[in-house]
């Protein structure tokens, strides 16, 4: 290290020069930004709890991206199952002979060809059948066809491989014995088809199949050679020109939806840099930039958008970890761990940092031109007028309800439309919460003093509660959507919908072939034997023979069909359920515990004119005119002679609800006036028991009825209404409650100074609460009053243009349980909780500390 001297004895600094306030950067240059990045990070690391609310949306969005995006690209089947690798597929078809000759010919237009054949075994007491397979395990192209699940594949003429369903049915394992198709095989292996869970077959050496039924050829080749091969050729298929995929639609909601957590997350942003303020007036005040300012916040963003996108990944990989089986199970087909969709989740990744940002990105903006002094007091910043976001959010509640209109309108799918109109109606609701929040203030000061400071709070920090109230309200516009919507579509007497049995009913079917009927004297004897045989396993107390007619129940209106069947109440049936003959009028003809379809005009009754019966059948005066009102007879044609229009029609609540079940049936008033005894027949029996029937129960029926050439039907998994609106009110109001309670953490530490306040002043423990509890109840009562109204706004744009009306009078009946519980059931659940769970003093009573 040396010194010099200058000219006059001056002696310059020891060291490098140091650069000149021109030579340095303007905003601080790399170690700036260095330093900002670290002071967000510490920050973060610090106070990662109160930007919890930001956090936990975009953790969810990245989540939800990758479970999402997973299952909708895994869902559907493989493309073409049954081609493997191969580009084409030729069926063959007659003698071995004829079939070799096929082969070779083909063999010598394209080369290599791979040949399955398969014959079909029928199961033993059932009316399932299953292939015996012959198909090269090691073949150029059906090696996604088949995987190999224990023990080896065939490899001498007597060995076999089977699925598990083939190893269930016919008691086999491996090491086994198996007599089929007039030969004996030995066990060897399980197998499965990747492609189709469903396909249940045995797998054997090739050439081992002794009567081939089917004959496939896969093979490879050009377009113009396929054509010269004849109409037996198929080529794998592609989506059409024009139409979107499943992944790209999925991309899209990916970007859709980080839109909208990034408008949410704004006031959360907003809330933080609030908190700061006093620390960024620091910044400014020792000399940094505008752009220094603004990069604090971004940065900040970004670190919560990385954190966020980080554990979205990881919970979004655990959740399809687990959910896996029960997708394979659903979709029949195998799916494999990492068998996800990188792009979409990618794309994921990389959105939810750039949401962060850009939702920071305009507080960052807003703190950035606050005065130093200003931000060195900690006061709160006066909030811009919420009449800003008042009009845009109107302007985007009309373009949701036109589009929702003119999806209802659309003569396709309208999918497009109906999510572009979702999206606004949501982008809506982001914009008119802080507005909502801001008219609180008007109404505080007719309320004691809990109230007053609790919605003045909410006023004058609207940005900050309306991005709390946007995303609550996003959670009851779900709930509420969905109540109203199924609402509605469980109300439609003609389309009836929900479970098709009870768990203690089952249906015997008798199938028949042929144009005659079966009269209940020609019901095979053996029929009957094998229905009381599994009425006795069952324990079936209620044996009904269900009978039917020519007779139809329909609409006259183009497009409003009846669905269900419609059979006879006989007596043995209204004694079935309870149903005594004085309790049913003697003139009526038809009896349904459907709600609504016994005051529905229009409604028809047809059936097949019977030969020799001689012209027009006589009805009672009255039952054969066109409904009343503007619709004339004109518009319903209904001759006489095979019709009879607007049949009277009684609701008797004691008859069954499934969809399967006798819910609807013809009188024999009916039947005797219309002359339809002569097309009687026995369409079944309706077996019920005191008690839900087991899984073994009814693996037990359904061999008894495939060995009588019977076929039954049992409970399915439908849902029914009430638990369709029970699950969607509580997923909403579940959701809606985090949101609420990460909120009220979030503005009570914010508040901590005016609860100090209190506390100083001699606030007991109740009044605290009170603030909580009010603070709580207001914006789920917010909540859920828009997320209600925007749901039904959308409901009534859909439907409101449907031709046939039927939509509109469906939606006319309400959920009244649900949206109760929904607009008031949730606010008192949040107010209770507010005020039980509010209330500590604070620890001390000073000024908040510079971060």
Avoid at 454 to 472: N, V
Wanted: charged letters at 10%.
């Amino acid at each position: 290290m040396t010194s010099t001297a200058a000219a006059g004895g001056a002696l310059t600094p020891l060291g490098p020069e140091l650069p000149s306030e021109q030579d340095r950067p303007a905003e601080g240059g790399a170690s700036a930004r260095r330093a900002v990045r670290r002071w967000a990070t510490r920050l973060f690391l610090r106070e990662w709890r109160q930007q919890l609310l930001v956090l936990a949306l975009l953790t969810l969005a990245v989540a939800a991206a990758v479970v999402g995006s997973t299952v909708t690209a895994d869902t559907a089947a493989p493309a073409d199952i049954g081609f493997g690798t191969a580009e084409y597929a030729a069926s063959l078809a007659g003698s071995p002979a004829a079939v070799n000759a096929q082969l070779a010919a083909l063999r010598h237009r394209v080369g290599r060809v791979e040949v399955i054949e398969n014959q079909a075994i029928a199961v033993p007491g059932t009316v399932a059948t299953i292939d015996l397979r012959s198909q090269d395990p090691r073949g150029p192209y059906g090696g996604p066809m088949l995987t190999l699940l224990s023990g080896h594949y065939p490899t001498r003429p007597d060995q076999v491989a089977v699925t598990p369903g083939v190893a269930s049915d016919f008691h086999l394992s491996l090491g086994s014995t198996w007599r089929a198709a007039g030969r004996t095989w030995h066990v060897v292996g399980m197998v499965e088809d990747p492609e189709s869970l469903l396909d249940e077959f045995a797998l054997v050496e090739q050439g081992q199949v002794p009567a081939p039924t089917q004959v496939t050829a896969l093979f490879d080749t050009t377009p113009a050679i396929a054509r010269l091969l004849g109409p037996g050729v198929t080529h794998r298929s592609s989506p059409p020109p024009g139409t979107f995929s499943s992944s790209t639609l999925v991309m899209l909601m990916e970007v859709v939806g980080m839109l909208l957590v990034a408008l949410v997350a704004v006031g959360g942003f907003t809330v933080v840099a609030q908190r700061r303020l006093r620390s960024i007036g620091m910044l400014a005040a020792i000399g940094a930039s505008d752009r220094n300012l603004r990069r604090v916040v971004r940065a900040n963003g970004a670190v919560v958008g990385i954190a966020a996108t980080v554990a979205g990944l990881v919970l979004g990989f655990l959740a399809w970890i687990l959910y896996r089986p029960s997708l394979e199970s659903s979709a029949h087909h195998v799916i494999g761990l990492f068998q996800l969709p990188w792009p979409a989740i990618i794309i994921a990744a990389v959105l939810a940092p750039v949401a962060a940002t850009f939702a920071a990105s305009r507080p960052a903006r807003r703190m950035a031109r606050v005065p130093v002094l200003t931000a060195l007091s900690g006061r709160p910043i006066t909030p811009p007028p919420p009449q800003r976001h008042a009009i845009p959010g109107v302007i985007c509640l009309a373009v949701g309800a036109i589009l929702m209109t003119y999806a209802g309108t659309s003569r396709q799918n309208g999918q497009v439309e109906v999510i572009l109109g979702f999206v606004a109606l949501i982008a809506a609701i982001v914009l008119l919460s802080p507005f909502a929040l801001r008219g609180l203030g008007y109404l505080a000061r007719h309320l004691p003093v809990p109230g007053r400071l609790a919605l003045r709070d909410l006023a004058r920090y609207c940005e900050r509660g309306g991005s709390a109230l946007a995303a609550m309200s996003l959670a009851s516009l779900i709930a509420a959507a969905i109540c109203v919507v199924a609402f509605a579509r469980y109300s439609n007497p003609l389309d009836y919908v929900g479970p098709n049995l009870a768990s203690n009913q089952l249906i015997v079917y008798l199938n028949y072939q042929g144009p005659n009927p079966t009269p209940a004297s020609s019901v095979p004897s053996a029929a009957r034997s094998a229905v009381e045989r599994m009425a006795a396993g069952l324990g079936a107390t209620t044996v009904v023979e269900l009978e039917s007619t020519s007779a139809n129940l329909s609409h006259a209106a183009p497009g409003r069909n009846y669905t269900g069947p419609l059979y006879v109440a006989t007596p043995q049936l209204l004694r079935a359920f309870g149903i005594r003959q004085s309790e049913v009028s003697p003139t009526a003809d038809i009896l349904t515990m459907r709600p609504g379809l016994a005051g529905m005009s229009g409604m028809q009754l047809t059936w097949q004119s019977e030969p020799g019966q001689g012209g027009a059948v006589e009805v009672t005066p009255g039952k054969g005119t066109a409904p009343p009102g503007p619709r004339s007879h004109a518009s319903y044609p209904c001759p006489r002679s095979t019709c009879l229009a607007n049949p009277k029609i009684e609701q008797v609540s004691a008859l069954p609800s499934g969809t399967s079940a006798p819910n609807t049936v013809i009188t024999e008033h009916a039947v005797r006036a219309l002359h339809l005894a002569s097309s009687l027949s026995t369409s079944g029996w309706l077996l019920q028991a005191p008690q839900p029937f087991t899984t073994a129960q009814v693996a037990q029926a359904a061999q008894l009825a495939a060995a009588a050439h019977l076929s039954i039907e049992s409970k399915g998994g439908d849902p029914t209404s009430s638990e369709i609106l029970g699950w969607a009110t509580a997923v909403g109001i579940g959701l809606a409650l985090a949101i609420l309670a990460m909120t009220i953490g979030l503005i009570r530490s914010e508040t901590a100074s005016t609860l100090r306040t209190l506390t100083a002043t001699g606030a007991a423990g109740r009044t605290r609460r009170a603030v909580t509890a009010v603070t709580g109840g207001t914006l789920a009562l917010l909540s859920a009053l828009i997320g209600t109204a925007v749901a039904y706004i959308a409901a009534l744009s859909f439907f409101s243009s449907n031709v046939n009306g039927d939509s509109i009078s469906e939606l006319a009946s309400v959920p009244w349980t649900n949206l109760s519980i929904l607009v008031v059931g949730f606010p008192l659940l949040a107010a209770v909780g507010g005020f039980l769970l509010a209330g500590r003093e604070p620890p001390a009573i000073a000024h908040q500390p510079l971060e």
